[in-house]
């Protein structure tokens, strides 16, 4: 069965200083991961998917995730942050039947 | 930019009663899922549909729980008989074809009191 486990429940970081939110899975095959963003109030907006085409791999807004099948990581980084990023990153590794399971989460404070 | 909708975005019922959560998803979706977050923990999945039928259901989806899709745009969650566990943040989320990608709306606030 697929899980992933989140490591850090809350990360704070200084604007302008690098982002590392730490991600393991357990799965079978070789699987599908995401990271999904969720601000204050909003939904789930999805950040990046990892597929099997490259272990690196960039979304939206400056981040990204490499994904180490050795290590069975797939970590999310941005190398500045920005205030805007404060908001809760979810984890989460598809199974076959395309159900999500989640991570819980972890909450990012950016300082100014 | 196409985005999945869902109302009302707070609901508040008193226990026993019905409720029914709607969602508009996407309109080239096939793939359709609801999911819930109990306060403080982690997105959970309920239950996945396509084509018209529930492909599969996490055992918290009992039979309190039902789904539909009306008029081929709207995609409902009902809960029968509303209990103070049921309390959460419930998401809808659409996938294309073949991609197991998911979009998801911005969640319904259930409180049961």
């Known amino acids: 069965a697929q899980s992933v486990t989140q490591l850090d429940s809350h990360v704070s970081v200084s604007e302008g200083t690098p982002v590392l939110l730490r991600c393991n899975y357990s799965s079978s095959y070789s699987p599908s991961l995401f990271w999904y963003v969720q601000h204050p109030n909003k939904g789930l907006q999805l950040l990046l998917k990892?597929?099997?085409?490259?272990?690196l791999v960039k979304g939206i807004n400056g981040f990204e995730a490499e994904f180490k099948k050795s290590e069975t990581s797939f970590h999310l980084t941005k190398p500045s942050a920005h205030m805007s990023d404060a908001a809760e990153y979810f984890c989460?590794?598809?199974?076959?039947?395309?159900?999500?399971?989640f991570g819980t989460g972890t909450r990012l404070k950016v300082l100014a | 930019e196409p985005e999945v909708t869902q109302t009302p975005s707070h609901q508040v019922t008193q226990m026993g009663q019905e409720v029914i959560l709607r969602c508009v998803p996407i309109?080239?979706?096939?793939?359709f899922y609801w999911y819930r977050q109990i306060l403080g923990q982690k997105v959970e999945f309920l239950v996945s549909f396509y084509n018209n039928e529930i492909s599969e259901k996490s055992e918290i989806f009992d039979d309190q729980f039902s789904v539909e899709r009306p008029d081929g745009s709207n995609f409902t969650l009902k809960i029968r008989s509303t209990k103070l566990e049921d309390s959460a943040m419930y998401f809808c989320?659409?996938?294309?074809?073949?991609?197991?990608?998911?979009?998801f709306g911005p969640g319904t606030r259930l409180t049961v009191l």
């Open positions: 989460v590794v598809s199974d076959r039947a395309y159900k999500y399971i």
């Open positions: 990892y597929t099997s085409a490259a272990t």
């Open positions: 989320a659409g996938g294309p074809p073949f991609s197991d990608t998911q979009y």
């Open positions: 309109s080239n979706h096939l793939y």
